[in-house]
């Protein structure tokens, strides 16, 4: 099972952009803008695959790319007292 490696600043990103990507699809559907069909289809992957992404805190790029932006797992206080602030 993958681990939840979506967090922080990129989780919200993925919340905010993805849905509203949807949303630009929507309004196509309904008429209210004029866009390319194939900008259409690239907004509903995307779309999709962010708000999915940003919801399950599950990324497989990041996975495969070694990203964890939802912080340490595992970290205990007595790992993180030894770092020095910078």
Do not use: H
Request: charged residues 15%.
């Amino acid at each position: 099972m993958m681990q939840k490696n979506v967090g922080g600043f990129d989780r919200t990103v993925r919340l905010v952009i993805g849905p509203v990507l949807l949303v630009v699809v929507l309004a196509w559907l309904l008429g209210a803008i004029a866009l390319d069909l194939w900008l259409v289809v690239v907004a509903l992957l995307v779309g999709a695959i962010l708000t999915v992404t940003g919801l399950t805190q599950k990324c497989p790029a990041n996975s495969v790319l070694g990203t964890n932006t939802l912080g340490e797992v595992g970290e205990t206080e007595d790992e993180s007292a030894g770092e020095t602030p910078r």
